[in-house]
């Protein structure tokens, strides 16, 4: 199986929303942090990433800012909005429930 | 909080557009060089490490795109688009634009400047405080009590935190020597501001203190508006002495600006307590009498006190007045209470009546203006169904086309809307500045304001909705294939929507000019009835003497010296003078029976209104003397009472008896010998010109002693030159006298024609706008079917159809559809002529002249429209026809 994994529908935000949270970061950035976390095994489609980036910023999860690059590049840096960070809480405990069942339905059957 | 955080993003994306562009496009940029240097970092060379990175991000066009797509702009950015297309259209069609924009600023305009109307006048509130709590106070149908009753309800009741009474009345006001200015206002009773809760905007008011004894406190307090007119806003009012009817008075405050008392449409100037009654009405002592009933009562209810139980209370008391003093507050009747404004209720049903009629009558062309409308945009959405088949074709969703045609129409209705504003604010300053003339301050001063506002945006959207979404609707319904062949569609169906729309505009124009001629021609009557006395060639000129501190001998040698003169002016006939002139607003009613008949009860008692009048009166006034005599120079206070009646009181006390010589007593005493008729006079109007006969008494003046005086003079001169002869001969005698409603007994109407005049200006000009929308309604129906069918009318001249022939086929559709539309209106008219008949006079509602008027009216108006158009087709020049396309 060559081919990377497919994001699960609907987690590519939660894998957004989870790798800012630490610190601002860019888009290029993050694409490249969950592909290396995951070692490898998840690949975020480029094509998605910034429309969900701002679709996440219009619908206000997420707030960006500009700064200056090493190499005098203007860079988008995204970090969470306070609703932002309940709302990582609630899918990550979303996340956790849904893979404990899923684990057990596995384990059990 | 997240909404706002949207909220920003959209707006920052829609007015920093350019900015967000270059955000995005430096977004991408940053991407791909850091993709680029991992990717060198990786070992790659610089050629391949690019392409490989844009391969990896993939088509960053349509990314960007989708980014877009999230800015929450994308809506307006298609209003955006659809305006600018919208503008581009309706452009390119200047007369269709500017037609339909004056239709609807003529419609929304009218509509607008009514609702300012009645929301001025029925729906606002005195300016006092919590104005919902405030009452007035009616006893049937009276709105008047008497102040010892009052005290007795103000100091009893359980249900009002205060009760209040007032007098409304004018005086002569002299601010400086040889200065008189006539002023209405109020005596107030001491509990008046505190109640209404209004603060002094200078100096103070009045409290119950200075009310208690009968002539103790001469203060008075003004209005904002006399303290600057007459005062020029004197900064140091406070404690300047005044004269009202020659009494000695101390300005102690101003009223706020917009306070002039709890009335709407009546203002008051000034308001004194009602213990210097006395002082201001000599002779006139009401505060002892609880008989007569001078003073309106409003009150304000205590919290939780729900109106029937305030009712309650207040007939409770009634009842126990009544058992101390029979004859007073007859068991049947009760209070009741009502919000105040317009003497209480008073005035509240007919004006309620002409709001009601105004604005269904605004409706009704509002209606028209749309339907109009909608007619002229199926036409041209008929003209346009090949672009709209082109764009459907193209892939234009219908969602999206129908988008488009309601921006059109928006448009239109937002330009109408706007100019239609301008029309009702234009209307409401012309209604503002127009004074009746007469001399009671009316308020007739309308503010549209943001409530105004709202209707008329509300009124704006509506009409979109009614007149646009039809048509809209119906373009998009359009078939590709014909419509791209340019095949007239519909071609044998019988009834279009068009069709349905040219009757209902017909029917409802016809409508309007009937009501509007029905009404024209009922003022007319009212112009030429017989109102018991000849208003030509006549003047009249008021004065209340009494102010002057002219009384009993005095008055009536100067009164007597007045008539001399003023038959003596040059051009004079006869000269003489009456209390209060028939058709003015102060009345007074007594109750009268035969003396040969027991005291009548309560339910069977009769009332007439009582005049007094000196010799001559009757001839000045040009009044008809039927039987007996006319008041003689002898019938003076202590000969034997006798009085003139109109045909109507001797028909009601006597029936078909000789009344000459009969007696009548206006009092409920056994006891009294009576009054002595000897003479009858015609019938006229006393109150209002649409009234029924109604029974009135004329007595010597010497024999009543009333005080109010209008002299009548029968003149040769013309009017202003007459009026200005009185004017001059009346001050002669006494520079001091406060003169009012000078002028022509014509102008005396004024007032009494008001409302049917009122109606016939409003209806007018409705029926006249109804009749120039039917006409350009049915102009652009007819010219718009000719322009579709030139090239089969062009197919049949050349296959050899007469121009008659032609107009035929083209008008007996037109002529089919008006003839429907007439028939319509004519009986929807017939069936709501009832409505009319209460503002009519000497015509009936199904008058059958002004129905045919008003058909002949519309056929000719019909004709007119569609004149043009038609000679358009006969002049269709075959060969050039066939060969265009």
Redesign the interface.
């Known amino acids: 199986l060559g081919k990377p994994t497919d994001l699960v529908q609907g987690t590519l935000d939660l894998l957004i929303l989870k790798t800012i949270s630490l610190e601002p970061t ?4 993050i694409a ?1 942090r969950i592909v290396q976390v995951s070692g490898d095994v998840l690949r975020v ?3 998605s990433l ?2 969900a ?3 996440l ?5 997420i ?1 960006s800012e ?1 700064s200056e ?1 090493e190499n005098h ?4 840096l995204y970090s969470l ?1 306070a ?1 932002g960070r309940k709302r990582l809480q609630s899918e990550l405990d979303n996340w956790y429930r849904l893979s404990n069942a899923i684990g057990l339905v596995i384990e059990m059957v | 909080m997240r909404w706002l955080a949207t909220l920003r993003n959209t707006l920052r994306s829609l007015f920093l557009r350019r900015q967000a562009e270059a955000d995005l496009e430096d977004e991408f940029r940053d991407h791909v060089e850091r993709e680029v240097e991992s990717n060198i970092r990786a070992g790659m060379r610089p050629a391949e490490a690019r392409s490989a990175a844009l391969r990896l991000i993939g088509p960053i066009p349509v990314q960007q795109e989708e980014c877009r797509d999230w800015r929450g702009t994308a809506f307006f950015e298609t209003c955006a688009r659809d305006v600018r297309y919208a503008i581009h259209t309706l452009r390119r069609t200047p007369l269709f634009s500017l037609a339909a924009i004056l239709t609807l600023a003529l419609g929304i305009g009218a509509n607008t400047t009514v609702f300012t109307f009645v929301e001025n006048i029925l729906l606002r509130q005195p300016p006092v405080r919590a104005p919902e709590q405030l009452a007035f106070l009616h006893w049937g149908e009276d709105v008047s009590l008497s102040y010892p009753n009052y005290i007795e309800f103000r100091d009893r009741n359980r249900a009002f935190s205060g009760l209040i009474a007032c007098r409304y009345q004018p005086v002569s006001m002299s601010i400086q020597a040889r200065e008189n200015y006539l002023v209405w206002g109020y005596d107030a009773t001491g509990n008046y501001f505190e109640t209404l809760g209004v603060k002094p905007w200078l100096g103070r008011f009045f409290g119950p203190a200075e009310d208690d004894k009968p002539g103790a406190n001469p203060v008075v307090v003004i209005s904002h508006r006399l303290w600057q007119s007459r005062f020029v806003g004197d900064p140091n009012v406070v404690g300047r002495k005044v004269k009202i009817n020659g009494y000695p008075f101390t300005v102690i405050g101003v009223a706020p600006p917009h306070f002039r008392g709890t009335e709407l449409i009546v203002a008051a100037d000034y308001w004194v307590p009602m213990s210097m009654e006395l002082q201001i009405e000599p002779g006139h002592d009401f505060l002892h009498s609880r008989y007569s009933s001078n003073i309106w009562t409003m009150g304000r209810l205590k919290p939780g006190i729900a109106r029937a139980q305030a009712e309650a209370n207040l007939d409770q008391i009634a009842q126990e007045i009544a058992g101390r003093y029979p004859n007073l507050f007859d068991p049947k009747i009760g209070f009741h209470l009502s919000p105040p404004g317009l003497i209480g209720k008073a005035l509240r049903r007919p004006i309620n009546g002409f709001g009601v009629a105004l604005m269904s009558i605004g409706s009704i062309v509002l209606l028209l203006a749309c339907v109009n409308l909608a007619g002229m945009l199926l036409a041209r959405a008929a003209g346009r169904r090949r672009e709209i088949g082109i764009r459907l074709a193209l892939g234009a969703s219908k969602g999206r086309l129908l988008r488009q045609l309601m921006t059109e129409s928006m448009l239109l209705a937002a330009s109408g809307g706007l100019l239609g504003l301008g029309i009702a604010f234009g209307a409401c300053r012309l209604f503002s500045s127009w004074r009746l003339n007469i001399d009671i301050p009316f308020e007739t001063a309308l503010q549209p304001d943001a409530l105004v506002l709202c209707f008329t945006i509300a009124a704006a959207l509506s009409t979109t909705l009614v007149f646009g979404l039809m048509p809209a609707l119906q373009a998009i319904r359009t078939d590709l294939i014909p419509s791209l062949k340019d095949a007239p569609a519909n071609r044998f169906r019988r009834w279009s929507v068009r069709d349905v729309i040219v009757i209902a505009q017909i029917a409802l124009s016809v409508i309007l000019v009937i009501c509007s001629l029905l009404v024209v021609r009922s003022l007319q009557n009212a112009l030429s009835m017989n109102l018991g006395f000849e208003p030509p060639n006549a003047v009249s000129a008021s004065l209340d003497l009494s102010l002057q501190g002219y009384d009993g001998k005095r008055r009536f040698s100067f009164e007597a010296e007045l008539i001399a003169r003023a038959s003596a002016l040059p051009g004079s006939q006869w000269a003489g003078i009456i209390n209060n002139f028939p058709l003015r607003i102060a009345q007074d009613n007594e109750t009268v029976s035969r003396t040969d008949r027991p005291v009548p009860k309560p339910s069977e008692r009769r009332s007439a209104i009582v005049y007094s009048i000196s010799p001559g009166y009757l001839r000045a006034a040009g009044t008809r003397l039927l039987l007996g005599r006319d008041i003689g120079s002898h019938d003076r206070e202590g000969a034997s009472a006798v009085a003139i009646v109109n045909q109507a009181f001797a028909d009601v006390l006597f029936q078909k008896e000789n009344p000459l010589g009969k007696r009548f007593r206006m009092s409920l005493s056994a006891a009294d010998p009576g009054i002595e008729i000897v003479g009858v006079v015609e019938t006229g109007k006393y109150q209002s010109i649409g009234e029924d006969p109604r029974p009135v008494v004329f007595r010597p003046i010497e024999q009543t002693g009333r005080k109010e005086a209008t002299l009548v003079v029968r003149t040769a001169l013309p009017a202003p030159q007459a009026t200005e002869l009185l004017r001059k001969t009346i001050l002669d005698l006494d520079p001091e006298l406060t003169l009012f409603n000078v002028g022509s007994l014509k102008d005396q109407l004024a007032l009494a024609l008001f409302p049917a005049r009122a109606a016939a200006i409003v209806l007018g000009i409705f029926g006249f706008l109804a009749m120039v929308l039917a006409a350009t309604g049915l102009f652009a129906v007819v010219a718009n079917s000719v322009a579709r069918r030139t090239r089969e009318i062009g197919i049949r001249m050349a296959l050899g159809g007469r121009p008659g022939q032609v107009l035929s086929s083209i008008l007996k559709r037109t002529l089919a559809l008006g003839t429907i539309g007439v028939a319509i209106g004519a009986f929807v008219t017939l069936g709501a002529g009832r409505l009319l008949s209460a503002i009519l006079y000497g015509v009936s509602p199904r008058d059958p002249v002004t129905y045919a008027t008003a058909i002949l009216l519309m056929a000719v108006v019909a004709l007119l429209a569609c004149w043009n158009p038609a000679a358009r087709a006969v002049h269709i020049d075959p060969a050039r026809t066939l060969r265009e396309d």
């Open positions: 860019n888009g290029w950035a490249k489609q480029q094509g910034y429309p980036l701002h679709r910023e219009h619908q206000g999860w707030k500009w690059s590049r203007r860079v988008k909005t609703a």
